[in-house]
């Protein structure tokens, strides 16, 4: 009599101690007209169009639902917005397979029937199939008998976990419009334009819109600037002609520090000079000079910058040579995920 008991006991149990989750045979197919993908879903990390998979669920109720983990293959991105009765898969076209699990329903790999295309629209059915041998019956009887002949209970194995793939950083493009002033308290403006997830690359340009005159400095005769405004005053019929070129192309890297505070350092190329022309009004001379401060070569850069959404601010120091030093300031537009 104790056995008959522990028959229909054991027979009760296997009625759902082992469900099977399964896609329905045929029922992967293309959507025609359906697609309606989140504009905030709508390519993966690596900027790969998203296709949608409509997943519609069969014995398998909402709980159940909400937790279904989907995975691809490598390489494969994927994003998901449950509904009522379905979820949306949003996942890399590319992808070859789709992996469905659920701590209590065990697992299934489905392999995609033929290629899809990006921004297409697709279903499938799932189907939580309770699946049980005769032979499986049998074992868990004999499992539950000598259990309780024991008088402990059976252990079913500890399902895996499933670890989620780490996310990428998300990809950042900024612009930001540059304000200068120097060592000679002369001003310059420009643009700065970069690229990065946790590091990228930067290019500055700076100017203060006057491009006269580089390149010819052999035509020029240094002198310091107190000794050129002694000539000045010394020659009465003297006339002059100033002006001040400020230029710098300066390109390098930008990585994340903290939070969201990124640290840049770059190198380049500067000019910074100050020439004179001078007119003899009466014997019709004419001098070139160039200031003492006056310097070509390497310009460097290094500073702060902080994304704070999609707005980006920055503190740079930069100099020309080591002997001209400038501060900048920035402001600019961070395009692409802010998180």
Known sequence: MKKFYILIFAFLISLGAKAQLEVKPDSFKEVVGFININMEKYSDDNDVPYAVIKVKTENINDRQRRELLFEGDAQTFIEC???????WVYITHKASYLKVSHPDLSSTEFWFP???EPKKGYEMTLVNKAKMTEDELLERMRKIEEAMQKQQPVKEPTP???IPATPKAPLRTFVMLNLSNNTYNKAAF???????RKAGVFVSFMTNGVFTNLGVEGQWEHMKSA?????????????AETSYVSMSVIGGLIFKVYGPINMKIGGGYGANSLWVKMFDIYDNRTDY???DYSTYGFGGLVGLQAHL???????DGATTNFSVFEGRIGLGYCFGKTK
């Open 160 to 162: 895996e976990p499933v």
């Open 289 to 291: 000079w160039v200031s």
């Open 81 to 87: 917005e449950y509904k009522v009765g379905e979820v």
């Open 114 to 116: 033929f290629d899809m």
């Open 309 to 315: 959404g999609h707005f980006a601010i920055s503190i």
């Open 227 to 239: 000794r050129i405004q002694a000539i000045l005053d010394e020659n009465p019929s003297y006339r």
């Open 190 to 196: 420009g643009v700065t334009v970069g690229t990065m």
